[in-house]
Nanobody
């Protein structure tokens, strides 16, 4: 079992920045890829970003490329999402997830563990 706890959400004006953090415990963290997803009201949960087990490879949804950056610290069992140039359409609950494999993972079905989520609200 692995437990994931997100933090760092909040209310920010459009154009602002937030940094989300996810702390993992319970399972060895370093061998597995990690990801961030988000779910807006009335919409399905969607992929945001993924990072490989060693942090050397990352990828992003087209909607956040150039604005968001994912990183991880395997010594601290944490994965962060730095969000900049935020837009009202970024408003959602953001979820951290741990995958079942080593490489980049884009689908919800590739992730076996999820956090409870943290709310991000971007005002216009």
């Amino acid at each position: 079992q692995v437990q994931l706890v997100e933090s760092g959400g909040g209310l920010v004006q459009a154009g602002g920045s937030l940094r989300l953090s996810c702390a993992a415990s319970g399972r060895t963290f370093s061998p597995y890829a990690m990801g961030w997803f988000r779910q807006a009201p009335g919409k399905e949960r969607e992929f945001v970003a993924t990072i490989s087990f060693n942090g050397k490879n990352t990828d992003y949804a087209d909607s956040v490329k150039g604005r968001f950056s994912i990183s991880r610290d395997n010594s601290k069992n944490t994965v962060d999402l730095q969000m900049s140039s935020l837009k009202p359409e970024d408003t959602a609950i953001y979820y951290c997830a741990a995958s079942n494999g080593y490489g980049l993972a884009f689908s919800r079905t590739q992730y076996g563990y999820w956090g409870q989520g943290t709310q991000v609200t971007v005002s216009s």
